[in-house]
């Protein structure tokens, strides 16, 4: 990591860029974070990142249980991307506040934690568990895991049920802490979840989630997951995510948009910040670089000096104007 | 789930601990290929990268970005560390499909971005103890640091090593300077015509501890035999992983911990190394109701 630390911790050829944004009223001095689901409760990535740095630690989704996750195999290699069918194993509630969020605390890292849940009552009680935890800075809503026990029909498939989650989260949750609801992109109008979320108390939004997938051995002639379906991450469905950001950012373009989907790169993030999004997760890139997220930090700053931009947040929004 | 004199297993009393950690944290390099030479349907490579291998204990494994910086293929391919002399990391790879391919066909002067060590060690047994390697394929590879270590501390050291045919034997000759080493293909093509748990058989009864690296099925069966003569095994498993370093979580075991629950393990960061005895292989790809957090699955006791 000698050459990407450097970069990222100050060193004298870095780009006089202010990349201090914030997660609605929460401010970050990095416009990028980790990605749920990718970089685990942030502890393996701690030999690769300075993880104070980054923007905020997104956790994997938390729900009141432990869960084992889905029988093996869990994933696929796809082109330019993954498929993935984990099933949301985690320690619950009651680990993540006794072993990983402390661990985050010590070392200065934000936590941006990610809950789930079957029920709007299992959302609102861990919002109302994460209330006041030191080193949470807010949380995410993931109400679009396709890899849940309804498959498909997910919360954020659902103007109606989405709004309840993020409505009963948001009067659980500590007020100090924005409250992002993670979208999916499966949906035949996501403007429409948009709006709903985001009158239902959304402080932001995060998008997207994978995409529902398949892939079938032409050997055993069977789905290859253990699940069946999967979720499609990486670069091959930044298309849809930028597409999406775009959407939503052109009709709401006061809402605070947490781009993801197949960042790689910081000239990747670039074209979500330009889309509309104030802050970009990075997260089946880094399977494939653990030290990305520095990486596209490092690689954003010199992207928006390079087109003469004094602050990230001039750039938030541009190729709209 | 436990007893007062130790761990319950699924089959009895567990005879071996959870591998501890490794000593020293992993690094990202970009690494020269310095030595190429085709071993059988292998190819051994061999990497500038002393970074890496300073770090290394026998059992790790190294994880390979493969097919270049826009690589289409996201996951690195994750390979057991064979050598780590003078500031060398040496890996022997099986090429099967097209990263592997592409990472086998790398000529010296060709640089990869390489993460490790990973993933836990062999546990190495009280100084003396005479011990048993059993290497099935390419996993023979994964068992050189391992007895070479062992010989250091005054163990008597005996090796099998089988596989289908001549030529996917691996680090026969390798081992053979450290170890009294027995080999067995399916068609007879090199040493005995047979499986090496037919050898394992014979030599379990004279060893204090035995270790595998190879196929699960072999894994199995060799962890199998151990158990039933009372000598605790430890295996080093070959699961797909996509990043190798514990955030991906695809990975996973059911392997029994150190409470006695059985839970899925990280083969990346729990692993690769597990008791034999730990694993619960008749399970494997399976979720059973006694895995921890299987009921927020809804798999519930019968």
Known sequence: MTVVQARHSGHKGEPDVDMGTALAFAPIPSPVLTASGCSAFGQELEPFVDLGALGAVVTKSVQLQPR???????????????????GL?????????????PWLARRGARAFVSIAGTRVEHFAELAGRLRGVPGVLGLEVNISCPNVESRGEVFACDPVAAADVVAAVREAADPAQPVFAKLSPDVTDIVSIARSVTAAGADGLSMINTLLGLVIDPDTMRPVLGGVTGGLSGPAIRPVALRCVWQVHQALPEVPVLGMGGIRSGLDALQFVLAGASAVSVGTAVFHDPSAPARVHAELAEALAARGFGTLSDAVGYAHR | MTDPGGHVGHHGPLLTEPAPRAPSAPVQRVVEVVGRRPVGAYVELT????????????GQFVAFAVGGRESAMLLRRSIAIAGTGEGRLTVVVAPHGPGSTWLAGQQPGATVDVVGPLGRPFPLPEPGTPA????????????????????ERGSDVAAVTGA????????????TALADVTVLTDDGSAGRRGWVTDAVAELVGEVGVVYACGPMGMLRAVAELATAAGVPSYVAVEESMACGIGVCMTCVLPVVGADGRTRFSRSCTEGPVFGGDRVRFADVGTLTADVVGAAAMGVLPA
Do not use: H, W
Request: net charge negative; aromatic share 2%; hydrophobic share 45%.
């Open chain 2, 164 to 175: 289908a045919s001549a030529d996917r034997l691996c680090s026969v000759d390798e081992l």
């Open chain 2, 132 to 151: 048993l390697l059993v290497g099935g394929g390419y996993g023979a590879a994964a068992l050189v640091g391992l007895a070479a270590a062992l010989r």
């Open chain 2, 47 to 58: 990497f500038d990268a002393p970074e890496v291998a300073a770090r290394a204990v026998p």
């Open chain 1, 89 to 101: 194993q985690g320690p619950g509630i009651d680990g993540l506040l006794a072993d990983e969020l």
């Open chain 1, 68 to 86: 084992s996750g889905r029988p093996t195999p869990r994933m696929a290699e796809t082109p330019s991307g993954m498929l993935n069918s984990i």
